[in-house]
């Protein structure tokens, strides 16, 4: 069954903490993933797609890596802004159209 | 650009109460979803439409609800009767294939 596992279910980092949030798969097929932003109340943000294994993305303190089995999402020196629930998503067999998403990481950072 | 929006933001009836959503979807995107969203989950899809049909509607529980999207843009969700397991966020998103956007959802509460 594919499946998408995000960890930690929390995190509460002080300001300027770097870390890392992971998203694992056992996706058939993998091919690419997604992540998103959540701020509550709201629906998700995209931030990336993620197409191959070996391929990263940049956004202001955000950067996203994708292996075979797995992505992370760093977060350099992060801001109270920043806090919010990270969510991944990975496309199932048949094309990009359906996704399975994890179940979110969410994120405290402290001023 | 107008992103997707949804009516209404909040919704609390009675359970065996009838209740609908209503999603416009950003122009041109022939992709529409409809997600439930329960606190602390990832969304769920419910059902996907490729402009008029819908392709992809295995999670949805035809007892009760119940969908259209008629001339491939505007979509409608319906639930009759709610019951009290359906209080949840319910998102629509839309897509040319790729990424999804989402709107802001609709926080149904069912008493």
């Known amino acids: 069954e594919d499946q998408v596992t995000q960890s930690p279910e929390a995190l509460r980092l002080q300001e300027g903490e770097s870390s890392s949030l992971n998203c694992s798969y056992t996706?058939?097929?993998?091919?690419?993933l997604f992540w998103y932003r959540q701020d509550p109340g709201k629906g998700p943000e995209f931030l990336f797609t993620?197409?191959?294994a070996g391929e990263e993305k940049e956004k202001e303190r955000l950067k996203a890596t994708l292996t075979k089995k797995e992505s992370f999402l760093h977060i350099t020196a992060p801001k109270p802004e920043d806090s919010a629930t990270y969510l991944c998503?990975?496309?199932?067999?048949?094309?990009?159209?359906?996704?399975?998403f994890g179940t979110g990481t969410k994120l405290q950072v402290i001023p | 650009e107008a992103g997707v929006v949804q009516s209404p933001r909040y919704k609390i009836i009675e359970k065996k109460q009838p209740v609908a959503f209503w999603c416009n979807p950003i122009?041109?995107?022939?992709?529409l979803y409809w997600y439930l969203q329960n606190l602390g989950q990832g969304p769920e899809l419910l059902i996907r439409?490729?402009?008029?049909?819908?392709?992809?509607d295995s999670q949805l529980p035809k007892d009760r609800f119940s969908a259209e999207r008629l001339k491939g843009v505007d979509s409608t969700l319906k639930i009759q009767p709610a019951e009290l397991g359906d209080s949840a966020v319910y998102l629509c998103?839309?897509?040319?294939?790729?990424?999804?956007?989402f709107g802001p959802g609709t926080r149904l509460t069912v008493t």
């Open positions: 998103a839309s897509s040319l294939g790729g990424e999804q956007y």
């Open positions: 996706v058939s097929g993998l091919r690419g």
């Open positions: 993620l197409y191959s």
């Open positions: 998503a990975a496309p199932l067999s048949g094309g990009y159209q359906k996704v399975t």
């Open positions: 122009s041109g995107h022939n992709t």
């Open positions: 439409y490729e402009n008029e049909e819908a392709v992809d």
